[in-house]
Structure formats: C-alpha cells, structure tokens
C-alpha cells in the first residue's frame, strides 16, 4: 500500500492509488492554552478584538483589520496550475463520502483513504488538494471521530456539502434475502437502517465503510452475507440489489465538511455559518454564560456537540467529596459569518472566561438541502 512517504515522491502515480498516511510525524497534541500555538487568520483577528476594550456591537469606531484572503479556491474544480482539484475522501470507491467529494467539486479527482486520519493527513502532506468528511447524519447524529480529529489537526472547514443517503440491501447474483443471515457496513449506515435489519433479523457487521462492505461480498463470492451500501457500490463490485431505500426515515441526510490548509475569507453576501470549539472553567451557568454570547447578539445555533477533554486526567471535584467530574470540549456551529461584527464581538465576549477558544471556519451553507 502507498505510503506518504512514497506518495510524495511521486505524487502523480500514488495519487490514483488509495492514501494510507503510515510514516508520519506524531501528530501535534492539542494544546490548552488560550489559543493553540498555530494560529490561523481567525484566531489573530480574535486577538486583535481582544485588545480593544470597547465591547459595543454598534461601535463604528472599532476598526477590524480583516485579514487577506489566503484561498479563493475552493470555489473552483482547478488548482492554480489548471489541473484538477484533488479532494480526499474516507472509504473505497463507491462510498457515500465520494459522492459528497464529487457533489462538492464536480470535476475533481477523489483520492481514496483509508481511515479519516489519513485524509487530513493527506491535506497537510499537500498529497490533495481538500478533504471531504462526514461530519453528523439526521439519524445516526454525530461522527465523533471527526470532531476529534478537526482539533488534532490544523485544518480549516472551508465549506459544507449535504447528501441524501439512500442505502440499498446488496448480495451477490442468485442470492436471495432468506439465504441472508449476515449484513456488513459501516456502523453509522447499520445504525441509519437499524429497525429495517432487526425486522429482516440479520446480525450486523462493522467495517470501515460501505463500499468496503460491498468489495468485501463480491471479492468472496458470500453466500450468507450481504451489504448495506449505495447502488453504485452495487454497480461498481457488480452485486444484486435486493432492497431499496432502507434506511429507518426516507429523509436521511449526512453532513460533510470540506477541509482545506488556509481558511476562507468569510463573506456576507451568501447565508454564512462559524465553526467553532471551545472549553470553559467549571462552575454553575458556564455554558449558560457561553450561549448567551449568541443569543444576546440574535445568532442562531445549528449545533452543539461535547466531547470529552482527553488529555487531561479526571480531577477531584473541588468540595473534595469524593465525586469526579470530567472536563469537556464544545463545538458550536453558528449562522453568521466572522464578517459580521456580531459574530467577532460574541467570540470577543466568549473569549473573556472561556480557557481555550478556535475557530474551525466560516464558510458558506449548503443550501440544497433545506
Ligand atoms: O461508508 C461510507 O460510504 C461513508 O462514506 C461513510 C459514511 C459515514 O461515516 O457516515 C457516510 C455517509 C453515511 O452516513 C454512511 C457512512
């Protein structure tokens, strides 16, 4: 398998192949202070804000120096050379997450990975161009994996894709749904179609993604197993449709953030959204207080995730009775755009008590899906 080390050498040979990132520096742990030793445009904006005093949202006088567009790419399918946009993407050819990198750049070379890592990793390598990741689904909600990953690494969101997910049964010719007794795909697909499999009663089985779950059938000519996987997985390892649309609600949708080495410069012109994460000191109403920055400004909240803080161990509590407590991490999305002056001053108001804030990205929502 192609390591990053040989893809670099000879990008243009490796890059048809699929990406497995294996030689790489240990990745930078994350760093808690108030801001991590990168900083990108955003975070030196913030910085900028911060010294000024006057907190007034109507203040013409606060002048903010924006910073200069680093990309405008990513609106394009070309690099600046002419040649095609590389866009990496988790899973085998076939998988739900190709099609989001084609639906996010239709003429663009999608570059096949093998683990979610890998794929940021091939962007920071400059192996591609952008990354394309799920990042939650409307049934089976958040890929944690990713929202890990995006403060591990140094990325930027520079955009959102949505796709319909319509999964399809898949078995090899001549099999039919009672010789079933066996289903592969990733677990988030098994989870989307989870009532549909407990009616049929098929016992599940993880993998890395759906396509691979196809491959895998087809490869071994099984029987007894099928997959759950898109039809041109189907197409592609060339396996029967048994069933269509099985998904638990037809309304199935996933949300994908492309990634890419500079942020944007984020505009108004087009219905913007932040991505942000942050953490807070512990006490009673600190989340209240860090949403309130939004809600006094009238900015809508998309989202909002927790993750544990990892690297830091469980603390005693401070009345010292025993009880522990765990530290977490918050991702917020928000509608507005870092051009806005009632976003900076609500991540200027954030920043007052919050022990660590980033902002992922501001870039344009995907509409086509509303
Ligand atoms: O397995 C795939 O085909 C993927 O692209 C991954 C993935 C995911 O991680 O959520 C993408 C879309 C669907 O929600 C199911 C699986």
Known sequence: MATATSIVRSPAALLS????????????????????SKRSCFTALLSSLHDNNNDDDNNNNNVISHPKPLSSSQLFNSVSNGSRLRVAYQGVRGAYSEAAAEKAYPNC????????????????????????????????????????????????IVGEVKLAVQHCLLANHGVQLEDLSRVLSHPQALAQCENTLTMIGLSREAVDDTALAAKHVALHKLKDTGAVASSSAAKIYGLNILAQDIQDDCDNVTRFLILAREPIIPGIQ???????????????????????VFAL??????????????????????????????????????????????????????????TFLRVLGSYPVDTTMM
Not at 18 to 35: C, E, L, N
Not at 123 to 151: Q, T
């Open 17 to 36: 192949a699929k990406v497995s990132v294996s030689d790489h520096k240990p990745t930078p742990t994350v760093q808690f202070s108030r801001f991590p």
């Open 109 to 156: 070379e999608a570059v096949p990975c093998d683990q979610f890592d890998s794929a940021f990793q091939a962007v920071e390598k400059w192996l591609v161009d952008r990354a394309v990741l799920p990042i939650e689904n409307s049934l089976g909600g958040s890929i944690h994996r990713n929202y890990d990953l995006l403060l591990r690494h140094s990325l930027h």
């Open 270 to 292: 087009n219905p913007f959204k932040t991505s942000i994460v942050f953490s807070l000191e512990e006490g009673p109403g600190v989340l209240f207080k860090a949403l309130a």
């Open 297 to 354: 400004r009238q900015i809508n909240l998309t989202k909002i995730e927790s993750r544990p803080l990892r690297n830091q161990p469980l603390r005693a509590a401070d009345d010292n009775n025993g009880s522990k407590y765990f530290d977490y991490l918050f991702y917020v999305d928000f509608e507005a755009s870092m051009a806005e002056e009632r976003a900076q001053n609500a991540l200027r108001h954030l920043k007052e008590f919050a």
